[in-house]
């Protein structure tokens, strides 16, 4: 049976290139979020595996909705992908409960590690 990720990134560049990534792996993106709002809303319908996130889109950034999806589903697995890799990101990230970090730009492999980790 396949992992299912929702993918929550406002570039539809990103969301092309995790479905080729993705591709004949066992994972298969169930839902596309352009927001933060967006994946709060739609989180208890999809039920994800592993929510990828983004960290700065329009309205709500990736931590804030985070932060709100985890206080929801503690059990919520949310790998941040993002081109904003300082450390204090990276501290903020984990600190609120994200199973994971990937700078863009990304690639397979580096991506299924983390995610094999996340769902640990």
């Not at 709002?37 to 309205?59: H, L, N, R, S």
């Not at 950034?61 to 450390?87: F, N, Q, T």
């Not at 204090?88 to 994971?100: F, L, S, V």
Request: hydrophobic share 40%.
């Amino acid at each position: 049976m396949s992992k299912r990720i929702m993918v929550v990134d406002d570039s539809r560049l990103v969301r092309v290139q995790l479905e080729d990534i993705l591709e004949g792996t066992e994972y298969e993106i169930v839902a596309y979020c352009r927001s933060g709002e967006d994946a709060i809303a739609q989180y208890d319908e999809v039920k994800p595996d592993i929510v990828t996130m983004d960290i700065i889109m329009q309205g709500m950034d990736g931590l804030d909705a985070s932060e709100l999806i985890l206080k929801e589903h503690p059990d919520a697995r949310i790998v941040m992908i993002s081109s904003l890799a300082y450390d204090d990101t990276y501290k903020k990230a984990k600190a609120i409960g994200a199973k994971g970090f990937v700078d863009k730009p990304f690639h397979q492999e580096q991506l299924l590690k983390v995610f094999e980790q996340a769902l640990c």
